[in-house]
């Protein structure tokens, strides 16, 4: 796991990595500019940069080079959260849980699965 945080775009990419697969740029990019404009030499530079920064590794074997997700998802996912609640909500899970459930509608659905995980927290403790 690399020791770099990684920036919103570079959060994007990692998704599109994770999703497709070890990807060229070309590939990257075309997803990106399926959502909004970005230049190749913007992603290029970009992913030259995740590089150096040990959150996707760089395959120069072929003519076209192909970049593989090193950052892992749930890794990822987890120390952002962990960063979110500890900054926002000063370490404070539960006051992360209220907000978002009191700025929302959850379905009914999404509350029994909620009911469930804390009956799994429950059992656990």
Avoid: C
Avoid at 34 to 41: A, D
Avoid at 91 to 118: C, F, H, R, W, Y
């Amino acid at each position: 796991m690399s020791l770099f945080k990684p920036t919103d775009s570079e959060l994007e990419i990692l998704h599109i990595l994770w999703k497709e697969g070890p990807s060229p740029v070309r590939l990257i990019n075309d997803v990106l500019n399926g959502r909004r404009e970005v230049g190749y030499t913007t992603t290029l530079k970009l992913m030259q940069i995740m590089n150096e920064k040990g959150l996707v590794k760089r395959d120069t074997a072929a003519k076209t080079h192909i970049y593989k997700a090193i950052a892992k998802e749930n890794d990822t996912k987890n120390n952002l959260v962990a960063d979110f609640v500890n900054v926002t909500f000063h370490g404070s899970a539960m006051n992360l849980v209220m907000q978002a459930l009191g700025n929302t509608k959850s379905s009914p659905e999404e509350l029994n699965d909620l009911k469930a995980l804390i009956s799994k927290l429950e059992k656990q403790a």
